[in-house]
């Protein structure tokens, strides 16, 4: 897929999200006219969390990420098409959340192994929000031993 299809495919799927009125803010012109809308990704007076860097990551028809660990930084996602399940582990008990472009955020904090689930037969697109950028030089990916959520 090009740079221009995807940007298409793309905004299909944000176009999916914007459709949510709970998270859209309608902007007005100076005459108090609606003229468009804004759609925060992140904002810091909704949560303490400090994203440091902000991108989009897919996951494979019926296919998952993981599960690996990330000791450094913590994971802030969004599901924006499609639907994942993120399954979470702390200690021997693992948490499951499921997102779809109506739901909230979820956070996996640091030190937290973590798993994403495509429950799709079609590519599913999350934006992440970590609070330490990915560098190709300190990747902070470490895989998982004795992973059974089930």
Not at 4 to 21: N, P, T
Request: proline content about 8%; charged content about 20%; hydrophobic content about 35%.
């Amino acid at each position: 897929m090009g740079p221009d299809a995807f940007a298409d495919w793309l905004c299909a799927g944000i176009f999916k999200l914007v459709s949510q009125e709970r998270m859209r803010i309608q902007t007005r012109d100076a005459n108090g006219k609606p003229n468009g809308w804004v759609l925060p990704v992140w904002n810091s007076r909704e949560t303490e969390y400090r994203p440091a860097q902000v991108y989009v990551t897919a996951v494979a028809p019926f296919s998952s990420k993981g599960p690996h660990l990330h000791r450094k930084r913590s994971q802030n996602y969004r599901c924006i098409v499609g639907h994942v399940q993120i399954i979470s582990r702390n200690g021997d008990e693992y948490t499951t959340h499921r997102l779809g472009p109506y739901s909230d955020a979820v956070i996996v904090p640091a030190g937290t192994p973590s798993q994403i689930i495509n429950l799709m037969d079609q590519e599913a697109i999350l934006v992440n929000c970590p609070d330490v950028a990915w560098a190709s030089d300190d990747q902070d990916e470490w895989p998982v031993e004795d992973w059974k959520p089930c």
